[in-house]
């Protein structure tokens, strides 16, 4: 199983900004898809943004503009800078990496989650 360290989480003001980081470990044969999802309170989780493998970037339409996500292969790292967040940003962010071990399985594991808050 990898092991997903997610940082960066915090309080913010309205209009400000945060980079969340993400960092996998474990007997990793390759890493695929990279991703972070948000949930909030009382809601479902839902994608924010994702990163392929070759750098291919998709957004949730909340997001576009604002944030911005990369990813650093040689470290197993992926990154989500978020500028202008507003209230309705609060939530608990999680890294979802999509990899594959040494047996050839590929598999999707989420991080334990950081909390976003963002204060109007």
């Known amino acids: 199983q990898v092991r997903l360290v997610e940082s960066g989480g915090g309080l913010v003001q309205a209009g400000g900004s945060l980079r969340l980081s993400c960092a996998a470990s474990?007997?990793?044969?390759?890493?695929?898809?990279m991703g972070w999802y948000r949930q909030a309170p009382g809601k479902q989780r839902e994608l924010v943004a994702v990163?392929?493998?070759?750098?291919?970037?998709n957004y949730a339409d909340s997001v576009k503009g604002r944030f911005t996500i990369s990813r650093d292969n040689a470290k197993n790292s992926v990154y989500l800078q978020m500028n202008s967040l507003k209230p309705e940003d609060t939530a608990v962010y999680y890294c979802?990496?999509?990899?594959?071990?040494?047996?050839?399985?590929?598999?999707?594991?989420w991080g334990q989650g950081t909390q976003v808050t963002v204060s109007s």
């Open positions: 990163i392929t493998n070759g750098g291919t970037t």
């Open positions: 979802n990496v999509e990899w594959m071990d040494y047996t050839l399985v590929k598999q999707p594991d």
């Open positions: 474990g007997r990793i044969f390759r890493i695929y898809d």
